[in-house]
């Protein structure tokens, strides 16, 4: 979907998303309630600032030898036996991982929650290749079963309701499953086992990596990320170049803030780190270990415009607070990342085309900014990002015009107060109850949604006069 | 030019070209680990009484079961009532070494099945891999208790399985004093010393509390794939 094409494909989602007032309910619910969440944990966490000031250094010192600690990420990691693979494309981190797959015979692979896996889709080419992904984060599984797309970074079945998950677990599980969160986690776990123990390899994300160590970090709540490491014969991590850190002293910082933002836990219930197969004497874990190193476009932005939204965690926490993404979600987005930091990261790896849009969905009011555990200045590039879409060219003729006379209006002291002294008057028949409820022609597509306050009985400057002259 | 110095020379050329975007430092690293880690170690020994108390209080908050007993020898006795009560003869373990109590003749006299890790050829680990995937109760070590959090880490290796502490419904972990920090930031200390040289496990893992979900409308809910229940037993005197 590029260019033209994408607006109003993305004006029709957005408007499907304000009409289901189903999605309106279960956003309203689990956003507020992350919001609570992580504003306690931090509430109580005095040195938390200073925690999220020494992260974001720490990104942007990585950023600054990045091509070094990705070498010595690598040389750990062959040290400990394992293999590296470098994917300067998303169709080649798929091939690394389809041509692993065919060479091992591998017939069902385990996954645990990976957005970078969403981001090459990689599932839809397992199946191609004859392989079945099974995913075991139980919210991707339920998304899964029901061929659909994470609708949130860190909870992405916040769409869905029990009945409609009573309803696709049943199916699996040949029973009639009652609508309860206990009863349909037990089915899930149960279901989910077998395919642990069965699978012959387990794919992952990575959380973090420590060039240091040769350290792939995954953080869950289930417990599915420790198996997916821990049972299938061969372990592939794949992980974008911006989740490389230097050292273990650099993770515990971020630990410290991750899952207080994400879900207000002080740590997620499982941090797990693993270098490398199955060291001598143990009794599990992987003959094999595979890390695939993704590019996919973030290197364009070490030196480009948006080179901060390498610094992203993946929290989530800018989703919650934003009052765009609490309206419409995240499907209507209609990319891998939704959300705030999901504009940035879309136009990283897709292009500013793809995001002609989306990058105006955004009131610009900074709450993702304040909320961000590495303080990414997500406004600011919102708006950056606007301005090159226009240079660019792709927004509407019509538009570009609009600005261009409000821009020459606004330089002009005296165009202005012409503009404000007919405006009484031109507004006149449009004025119900001290508001502009409905304007015409194109005005109108402003008023269909909401009201303006009408030009002002006595302008400001005509106001700051009088008050002189008593 | 490998596919590695391609990738890895791309990016070095943006590295050069990009302007610096504020402050950047790395965390401090100890320079010398081994002793910064010792002295951790003194530290606590004079002041885990308070460490432990702030990680019962945390790691009940995150739905943990603290356990205080005074010797080892009393340790096998707990276990066996948790065994007790999930109804369980099968149980898992960590090697007496690792976890640093020989559990197996008590719970064999008490009538319970207790499967020890042992050694590593393909036999060994099928019967691990059975035992564990089979036993209501999982007995392993922990090598750092971090109180702030409520956070027990588990250190892989020879007799110290990864899913000893993740097949079973419920896991016990046992520790002494001597394992009990502060803060995370002590904990880094502590795995930098761990990783000195090319040294440093396979695997670790951080566990706080038992294993949760919430995605099914935000209904918080225990045991998703691993433990329903963890419980943590302190042996005040080793």
Same mark, same amino acid.
């Given at each position: 979907?590029?260019?033209?094409?994408?607006?109003?494909?993305?004006?029709?989602?957005?408007?499907?998303?304000?009409?289901?007032?189903?999605?309106?309910?279960?956003?309203?619910?689990?956003?507020?309630?992350?919001?609570?969440?992580?504003?306690?944990?931090?509430?109580?966490?005095?040195?938390?600032?200073?925690?999220?000031?020494?992260?974001?250094?720490?990104?942007?010192?990585?950023?600054?030898?990045?091509?070094?600690?990705?070498?010595?990420?690598?040389?750990?990691?062959?040290?400990?036996?394992?293999?590296?693979?470098?994917?300067?494309?998303?169709?080649?981190?798929?091939?690394?991982?389809?041509?692993?797959?065919?060479?091992?015979?591998?017939?069902?692979?385990?996954?645990?929650?990976?957005?970078?896996?969403?981001?090459?889709?990689?599932?839809?080419?397992?199946?191609?290749?004859?392989?079945?992904?099974?995913?075991?984060?139980?919210?991707?599984?339920?998304?899964?079963?029901?061929?659909?797309?994470?609708?949130?970074?860190?909870?992405?079945?916040?769409?869905?309701?029990?009945?409609?998950?009573?309803?696709?677990?049943?199916?699996?599980?040949?029973?009639?499953?009652?609508?309860?969160?206990?009863?349909?986690?037990?089915?899930?776990?149960?279901?989910?086992?077998?395919?642990? @123990?069965?699978?012959?390899?387990?794919?992952?994300?990575?959380?973090?990596?420590?060039?240091?160590?040769?350290?792939?970090?995954?953080?869950?709540?289930?417990?599915?990320?420790?198996?997916?490491?821990?049972?299938?014969?061969?372990?592939?991590?794949?992980?974008?170049?911006?989740?490389?850190?230097?050292?273990?002293?650099?993770?515990?910082?971020?630990?410290?803030?991750?899952?207080?933002?994400?879900?207000?836990?002080? @740590?997620?219930?499982?941090?797990?780190?693993?270098?490398?197969?199955?060291?001598?004497?143990?009794?599990?874990?992987?003959?094999?270990?595979?890390?695939?190193?993704?590019?996919?476009?973030?290197?364009?932005?070490?030196?480009?415009?948006?080179?901060?939204?390498?610094?992203?965690?993946?929290?989530?926490?800018?989703?919650?607070?934003?009052?765009?993404?609490?309206?419409?979600?995240?499907?209507?987005?209609?990319?891998?990342?939704?959300?705030?930091?999901?504009?940035?990261?879309?136009?990283?790896?897709?292009?500013?085309?793809?995001?002609?849009?989306?990058?105006?969905?955004?009131?610009?009011? /900074?709450?993702?900014?304040?909320?961000?555990?590495?303080?990414?200045?997500?406004?600011?590039?919102?708006?950056?990002?606007?301005?090159?879409?226009?240079?660019?060219?792709?927004?509407?003729? /019509?538009?570009?015009?609009?600005?261009?006379?409000?821009?020459? @209006?606004?330089?002009?002291?005296?165009?202005?107060?012409?503009?404000?002294?007919?405006?009484?008057?031109?507004?006149?028949?449009?004025?119900?109850?001290?508001?502009?409820?409905?304007?015409?022609?194109?005005?109108?597509?402003?008023?269909?949604?909401?009201?303006?306050?009408?030009?002002?009985?006595?302008?400001?400057?005509?106001?700051?006069?009088?008050?002189?002259?008593? | 030019?490998?596919?590695?110095?391609?990738?890895?020379?791309?990016?070095?050329?943006?590295?050069?070209?990009?302007?610096?975007?504020?402050?950047?430092?790395?965390?401090?690293?100890?320079?010398?680990?081994?002793?910064?880690?010792?002295?951790?170690?003194?530290?606590?020994?004079?002041?885990?009484?308070?460490?432990?108390?702030?990680?019962?209080?945390?790691?009940?908050?995150?739905?943990?079961?603290?356990?205080?007993?005074?010797?080892?020898?009393? =340790?096998?006795?707990?276990?066996?009532?948790?065994?007790?009560?999930?109804?369980?003869?099968?149980?898992?373990?960590?090697?007496?070494?690792?976890?640093?109590?020989?559990?197996?003749?008590?719970?064999?006299?008490?009538? +319970?099945?207790?499967? =020890?890790?042992?050694?590593?050829?393909?036999?060994?680990?099928?019967?691990?891999?059975?035992?564990?995937?089979?036993?209501?109760?999982?007995?392993?070590?922990?090598?750092?208790?971090?109180?702030?959090?409520?956070?027990?880490?588990?250190?892989?290796?020879?007799?110290?399985?990864?899913?000893?502490?993740?097949?079973?419904?419920?896991?016990?972990?046992?520790?002494?004093?001597?394992?009990?920090?502060?803060?995370?930031?002590?904990?880094?200390? +502590?795995?930098?010393? +761990?990783?000195?040289?090319?040294?440093?496990?396979?695997?670790?893992?951080?566990?706080?509390?038992?294993?949760?979900?919430?995605?099914?409308?935000?209904?918080?809910?225990?045991?998703?794939?691993?433990?329903?229940?963890?419980?943590?037993?302190?042996?005040?005197?080793?």
């Amino acid at each position: 979907m590029t260019g033209r094409g994408a607006e109003p494909a993305f004006a029709a989602r957005a408007a499907a998303a304000l009409g289901d007032r189903h999605l309106q309910e279960a956003l309203g619910i689990a956003t507020t309630k992350f919001i609570g969440l992580r504003r306690e944990s931090f509430a109580g966490f005095p040195e938390g600032d200073v925690l999220r000031d020494r992260a974001r250094a720490i990104k942007e010192a990585t950023l600054q030898r990045l091509d070094e600690h990705l070498g010595r990420l690598a040389d750990r990691v062959e040290e400990r036996g394992g293999h590296v693979h470098w994917a300067a494309t998303a169709d080649e981190a798929r091939e690394i991982i389809l041509r692993l797959c065919r060479d091992r015979g591998v017939r069902m692979a385990v996954k645990s929650k990976s957005m970078a896996t969403e981001e090459i889709e990689l599932n839809e080419a397992l199946e191609g290749a004859g392989v079945t992904p099974v995913e075991t984060d139980l919210g991707e599984y339920i998304i899964q079963l029901a061929h659909e797309k994470p609708s949130h970074i860190i909870a992405p079945a916040i769409h869905k309701t029990k009945g409609q998950v009573a309803a696709l677990i049943s199916e699996v599980a040949r029973a009639r499953l009652d609508a309860d969160a206990e009863v349909l986690t037990a089915a899930a776990r149960g279901l989910l086992r077998e395919k642990f @123990l069965e699978a012959d390899l387990g794919i992952t994300g990575a959380n973090f990596a420590v060039a240091e160590t040769g350290t792939v970090v995954l953080v869950t709540n289930e417990g599915n990320g420790r198996m997916v490491t821990s049972l299938p014969r061969v372990h592939v991590a794949l992980m974008g170049i911006d989740k490389v850190i230097p050292s273990l002293s650099d993770l515990v910082v971020f630990l410290a803030i991750l899952a207080r933002s994400a879900t207000g836990q002080k @740590l997620s219930v499982y941090t797990t780190l693993v270098r490398g197969p199955r060291a001598a004497g143990e009794l599990d874990g992987p003959d094999e270990f595979h890390l695939v190193l993704m590019d996919n476009g973030r290197s364009r932005q070490i030196a480009g415009p948006l080179r901060e939204a390498l610094y992203c965690l993946r929290c989530g926490a800018c989703l919650n607070v934003c009052p765009v993404y609490r309206q419409i979600g995240g499907h209507a987005y209609g990319h891998t990342y939704p959300g705030p930091i999901g504009i940035l990261l879309t136009a990283m790896l897709r292009g500013t085309h793809a995001v002609r849009d989306l990058a105006h969905a955004s009131s610009l009011c /900074g709450a993702c900014k304040d909320v961000c555990p590495v303080r990414i200045d997500i406004p600011r590039m919102l708006v950056e990002l606007r301005e090159q879409v226009d240079r660019e060219g792709a927004a509407p003729r /019509g538009e570009r015009m609009a600005f261009r006379v409000g821009g020459l @209006l606004l330089r002009s002291p005296a165009a202005w107060r012409a503009l404000a002294r007919a405006g009484r008057w031109v507004q006149r028949p449009f004025v119900e109850r001290g508001r502009l409820k409905r304007l015409p022609l194109v005005l109108g597509r402003w008023t269909a949604s909401r009201d303006l306050p009408p030009v002002a009985a006595r302008t400001f400057r005509e106001r700051w006069k009088e008050l002189r002259r008593s | 030019m490998t596919p590695r110095d391609a990738f890895l020379a791309r990016i070095g050329a943006e590295v050069r070209r990009a302007r610096p975007a504020g402050p950047a430092t790395p965390a401090p690293r100890p320079a010398r680990p081994a002793e910064a880690a010792e002295a951790i170690r003194r530290q606590m020994a004079e002041r885990w009484p308070a460490a432990v108390r702030r990680f019962e209080e945390e790691f009940g908050r995150v739905a943990g079961v603290f356990h205080r007993v005074r010797r080892r020898e009393e =340790v096998a006795g707990v276990i066996l009532g948790i065994a007790r009560a999930q109804g369980t003869r099968d149980l898992v373990a960590w090697s007496a070494d690792a976890i640093g109590v020989a559990l197996e003749a008590e719970l064999a006299a008490a009538g +319970l099945g207790l499967t =020890v890790a042992g050694p590593d050829d393909a036999e060994g680990r099928r019967r691990h891999r059975e035992a564990a995937a089979r036993a209501g109760v999982g007995v392993t070590g922990a090598d750092i208790v971090l109180a702030e959090t409520g956070t027990l880490v588990l250190v892989s290796g020879a007799g110290r399985p990864r899913a000893t502490s993740l097949l079973p419904p419920t896991h016990v972990a046992v520790f002494d004093p001597s394992q009990v920090v502060e803060s995370l930031e002590q904990v880094g200390v +502590l795995l930098e010393a +761990l990783h000195a040289g090319a040294s440093g496990p396979a695997s670790i893992t951080f566990v706080t509390g038992p294993s949760r979900t919430a995605d099914i409308e935000l209904t918080l809910t225990r045991g998703v794939h691993g433990p329903r229940e963890v419980h943590a037993v302190l042996v005040e005197e080793p």
